[in-house]
């Protein structure tokens, strides 16, 4: 028997409520549609009507959160409903054995439960000349909480951290550096992980975020040691935990040193090492293009059993020609053997926006076609797609989804 909230209007609430009795299903609260406020344990779904002010953003995270579906009455806006992921409305005058059908046919095909999926720390690294780390980093995280997982990000640059600024939040707030020297006390739990973050409601869901330091002269209070215990802690605190680091690796310090001390650029080694998947990003013009091939070999080499996914930003006809995308997939696949990669377009108009506005780019430009690009990566990268691709059939699916998601597939094993 399923336990649901119903919250319409009434009267039609209460007519509704008694046709679900009758068709088995257990009515365990009826609320008010506007706002709706906590939801009552042992819910299972809750029924509300498909308009902009019930179905926001707080009622999504609240609900995802909780373990509840959404079925909603009405459908007037379907672009609404297919933005928030949600399943196509029902009539606003649906009668209760439709209601119980659907929570029926929900409940035979629900994926695996989120609790059982992997709890992941994800690093977006790139090489020297802004191709656009934080950028995707702030897009990831937010399209990774629309799918339904809790989703925390950190800032762990320690040469340009950025986060803050991008997120419109103060760079005098604790974030990582206060997580690392909670973590060398071993007095960083999920409890303190929240009270330390910040909390960013986006058209996604709402994400944690960890602001990175404020000024550069900080490096040292991001130690490996530090950072290490730190991730580990974000591991148990969220589903998944998306990392910003630096270009730079400088993996080899300690050997150019007679004595251990501490290293310009740990973080970004630690971030990759502690990685179950890294986004490595290049800019797609000439130079960026070099750079990347240079350092992806070095970053290969640290990190040779962590899948990889090689992410190209800021596609466009001008510095490479017509065909933009051919001369790059080209030149990787000669100079560095990648054959599978992901393009991001160019989008000005929505970055400026997300610049002017401090906001992620899918709040300010909802149509702009790197949110979508960067929602079908997010789709593709899922723990829960990766799972069912190695577990049944992938036909349907392109060769790189099938790959890379063999690859999480068997990293998450």
């Known amino acids: 028997m399923t336990a649901v909230v119903v919250a319409v209007p009434q009267p039609r609430a209460s007519e509704l409520a008694a046709e679900l009795v009758l068709e088995g299903v257990d009515v365990i609260a009826i609320v008010s549609p506007t706002p709706v406020g906590e939801i009552p344990p042992g819910a299972e779904a809750i029924i509300v009507p498909a308009t902009r002010a019930v179905l926001n953003a707080e009622l999504i995270s609240t609900c995802d959160r909780a373990g509840v579906r959404i079925v909603a009455l009405g459908g007037a806006d379907s672009r609404l409903l297919g933005r928030l992921g949600l399943s196509a409305a029902l009539r606003a005058d649906a009668a209760g054995w439709e209601v119980a059908a659907m929570l029926a046919a929900e409940s035979d095909a629900a994926p695996r439960p989120p609790s059982v999926l992997?709890?992941?720390?994800?690093?977006?690294?790139?090489?020297?000349?802004?191709?656009?780390r934080s950028t995707l980093a702030?897009?990831?995280?937010?399209?990774?909480?629309?799918?339904?997982r809790r989703t925390a990000l950190v800032d762990a640059d320690t040469v340009a951290p950025a986060l803050a600024l991008l997120l419109g939040l103060s760079d005098d707030s604790p974030g990582v550096a206060a997580a690392c020297r909670r973590a060398e006390r071993e007095a960083l739990d999920s409890a303190e992980l929240t009270r330390l973050a910040t909390t960013v409601p986006t058209?996604?869901?709402?994400?944690?975020?960890?602001?990175g330091i404020n000024r550069p002269s900080r490096w040292p209070e991001l130690s490996a040691t530090r950072l290490r215990a730190t991730l580990g802690a974000c591991r148990e605190w969220t589903e998944e935990t998306v990392v910003d680091v630096s270009a730079a690796f400088d993996a080899d310090d300690e050997v150019t040193y007679d004595?251990?001390?501490?290293?310009r650029h740990a973080a970004t080694s630690t971030s990759l090492d502690e990685a179950d998947l890294i986004i490595a990003i290049a800019s797609a013009d000439p130079l960026g293009i070099s750079r990347f091939v240079r350092d992806h070999a070095e970053l290969r080499r640290i990190t040779a059993h962590t899948p990889v996914v090689v992410v190209v930003n800021q596609v466009r006809p001008g510095p490479l020609g017509i065909d933009a995308r051919g001369q790059v997939r080209r030149t990787l696949e000669r100079f560095a053997g990648?054959?599978?990669?992901?393009f991001l377009p160019f989008d000005q108009r929505a970055a400026d926006a997300a610049l002017l506005h401090a906001r992620p780019m899918t709040d300010v430009a909802p149509r702009?076609?790197?949110?979508?690009?960067?929602?079908?990566?997010?789709?593709?990268l899922s723990p829960a797609e990766a799972a069912t691709a190695t577990a049944g059939s992938s036909r349907?699916?392109?060769?790189?989804?099938?790959?890379?998601?063999?690859?999480?597939?068997?990293?998450?094993?």
Do not use: K, M, N, Y
Not at 138 to 148: C, D, K, P, S, W
Not at 338 to 342: N, S
Not at 396 to 413: E, I, N
């Open 396 to 413: 349907g699916s392109s060769p790189t989804v099938r790959r890379l998601r063999s690859a999480l597939g068997a990293r998450g094993a």
């Open 259 to 263: 004595l251990t001390g501490p290293r």
């Open 118 to 132: 992997p709890h992941r720390v994800i690093a977006v690294w790139g090489p020297h000349g802004a191709p656009g």
């Open 368 to 380: 702009s076609p790197f949110a979508a690009a960067v929602r079908r990566l997010a789709a593709t």
């Open 203 to 211: 058209g996604g869901g709402d994400i944690d975020v960890l602001p």
């Open 138 to 148: 702030i897009q990831l995280a937010v399209e990774l909480a629309r799918t339904g």
């Open 338 to 342: 990648i054959t599978e990669v992901v």
